[in-house]
């Protein structure tokens, strides 16, 4: 039976990898130094917070995002107390920062590329044809396979993770940026274009702020899904809680593992609550 030739795709992508890397490599350790000064100065700042302080913040923010007269607003205060009180009796508070420190970078960097990426494939039909293929790889290639090419180009440490963690958690902010701007009623752009808007005052005035909730649904699920690559990101060396999960598993440490995943999760919730509670507050 005739068979026909391999397609060298794995040599292909090798080997352009190794020409990046090589022809470009001043670009990458700048882009490393920037993310890293963007990490380093996170942590600082949040480890500056003594940890009793940080827990009271947390819920004055819960209480007044939630609605300080409803009920599950107490509620949420109480899980943030608890919870956070929780993770700094078991001598996580550290790893916790370092977590939230790394997530927010991610974050950050998420922002800056989603919600410009979102506004054009909102804009332009041709971007958004070639922009979601890419987006649909994205979401659907394991989330290991990103930690190759970061530590080809950043190394080990928490760049990489910080970079793998964007890729991952780029799309649905992307996705749901733009779906929030298209579903931005006609009558009210008719109505800014009538007034002599320009384009931009369009988009800031009346687009950017109708499409407001579904954007802060994107940041949610872009949160939420940067740190279920908390522990993937600790085999490279980002640390955190992460790497207290990893240790566990290393060592059939079923105690340690489940210490570390109850954090992870304690900051997940009350992260995707407050997120949650600001985007009907906006809404309402």
């Not at 649909?136 to 963690?165: E, K, N, R, S």
């Not at 304690?266 to 985007?279: G, N, Y």
Request: a negative charge; charged letters at 10%; one cysteine or more.
């Amino acid at each position: 039976m005739y068979h026909f030739p391999e397609i060298p795709l794995g040599h292909w992508v090798s080997t352009w990898v190794n020409n990046l890397t090589a022809n470009y490599s001043d670009s990458f350790d700048a882009i490393s130094s920037g993310i890293h000064t963007l990490i380093a100065g996170l942590n600082e700042a949040l480890l500056a917070i003594p940890p009793e302080v940080f827990i009271l913040l947390v819920a004055v923010m819960a209480l007044f995002s939630a609605g300080w007269r409803r009920p599950r607003a107490w509620g949420l205060v109480l899980f943030c107390i608890v919870g956070l009180g929780l993770v700094w009796n078991l001598n996580l508070w550290s790893a916790l920062i370092q977590t939230l420190a790394l997530v927010l970078a991610a974050e950050i960097l998420v922002l800056i590329i989603g919600l410009p990426a979102g506004i054009l494939t909102a804009e332009s039909v041709w971007a958004a044809r070639i922009l979601r293929p890419v987006l649909d790889i994205m979401q659907t290639m394991p989330a290991f396979v990103y930690l190759v090419p970061a530590v080809i180009f950043f190394g080990l440490g928490l760049v990489p993770g910080v970079i793998a963690t964007t890729i991952f958690a780029l799309p649905p902010l992307v996705r749901l940026t733009s779906l929030g701007i298209q579903n931005v009623p006609e009558e009210l752009i008719e109505a800014s274009e009538a007034f002599g808007a320009t384009w931009f005052q369009r988009l800031w005035k009346v687009q950017l702020p109708t499409a407001l909730p579904s954007i802060m649904a994107g940041v949610n699920q872009s949160i939420m899904l940067g740190l279920s690559m908390v522990v993937i990101a600790a085999m490279i060396g980002a640390g955190g809680l992460g790497n207290q999960v990893l240790q566990g598993i290393t060592q059939l440490d079923v105690g340690e593992s489940f210490v570390g995943g109850i954090s992870v999760v304690i900051l997940a919730i009350i992260i995707d609550r407050l997120t949650q509670s600001l985007a009907k507050l906006h809404k309402e």
